[in-house]
């Protein structure tokens, strides 16, 4: 295997050649949508320290299958989904804008399970007597070790989740936005907040088979606030987030086959890069916007303000 030529269809062509490189996009392939169509909805819901917990808890279900000789996919998911669960029923889990207080007690909650996940994971890692040669991949994600039976359970999962995030848009939404009113008009605001943290817990569960539970946070975050940067539309910022959740796999895995260094980073860092851009490209737009005459109207303000004329 070389390095990156001038050639870029020769190294594509060399890169598609290998079947686990394959399998590899194809995972990331999914993975990317549904961490940029979820990591939306957790950004604007303000859940971004949920979502890290939801992916550090990974960690350990993937030890914990190991030890057990299972799949690690089993426990990606398993403890994913159970952590999920336990953050919806405590007190104040999953519960935006729960009132005075309610953000401190929220992660108060969240910090609890996700320290009592890692001592798990801890103590999975020490009860296996054999040599733990993927702990590293656990972590930090890799490009090789993508499987077709897991390519299968990350389609499956995440046409489930797709399925589930469309029809609990609308209410996720108003819910999100504005939850009282939504609790006044009817919309059960608890089990909507329950059933997107358990999307929310496959999402990570699916992202951390292809860049490792330490780095999956990258893929759920920083392509959503960096569509939110861009846009005020819900629409054009879910779409956003997905294409370039999309750019920075696909890009990642390509760079990370020719180079020596993991995934996890390369995804990482273009995520990062996109989102330093868009911030850049955010705060220019504002400093000219406020040069403009009084009266007259930015096209990013007119954007929502059509946008919530529509609605």
């Known amino acids: 295997m070389t390095g990156l030529s001038w050639n870029l269809v020769d190294d594509v062509r060399q890169m598609l050649a290998f079947h686990f490189m394959l399998n590899a996009l194809r995972a990331g392939t999914i993975v990317a949508v549904v961490a940029g169509a979820v990591g939306y909805f957790m950004v604007l819901r303000r859940q971004a320290f949920a979502g890290h917990t939801l992916a550090v808890i990974g960690f350990p279900g993937a ?9 690690p996919v089993f426990g990606y998911f398993g403890f994913c989904i159970a952590g999920a669960l336990v953050i919806a ?17 929220e992660s108060a909650v969240i910090g609890t399970v ?8 801890f103590l999975f890692v020490s009860l296996y007597k054999g040599f733990l040669s993927g702990l590293n991949n656990l972590l930090f ?13 990350l389609l499956i999962a995440g046409v489930i989740c797709l399925a589930m995030l469309a029809a609990l848009a609308r209410p996720l939404l108003f819910s999100s936005i504005d939850p009282a009113v939504a609790r006044a008009r009817g ?11 358990v999307l929310l817990g496959v999402a990570a569960a699916g992202t951390s088979q292809v860049t490792g539970s330490l780095l999956v946070f990258a893929l759920l975050v920083a392509p959503a606030a960096t569509a939110a940067r861009l846009t005020a539309r819900p629409a054009l910022g879910l779409s956003l987030s997905v294409l370039i959740a999309l750019a920075v796999t696909w890009v990642g895995e390509t760079i990370a086959f020719f180079s020596p260094y993991p995934i996890g980073f390369w995804v990482s860092s273009l995520a990062f890069a996109a989102f330093l851009l868009a911030t850049t490209y955010r705060a220019a737009a504002d400093r000219i916007g406020r040069r403009q005459p009084r009266g007259s109207t930015s096209p990013t303000d007119a954007g929502i303000t059509a946008t919530v004329g529509a609605a």
């Open 63 to 71: 030890a914990g299958a190991t030890w057990l000789g299972i799949s």
């Open 141 to 153: 994600g890799t490009i090789i070790g993508v499987s077709d039976n897991q390519v299968l359970t």
């Open 187 to 197: 919309v059960p605001v608890r089990l909507v907040a329950a059933a997107f943290l």
């Open 89 to 105: 029923a405590l007190p104040s889990g999953g519960r935006p804008n729960a009132g005075l207080g309610g953000y401190g007690e």
């Open 114 to 121: 996700q320290a009592f996940a890692l001592a798990c994971g």
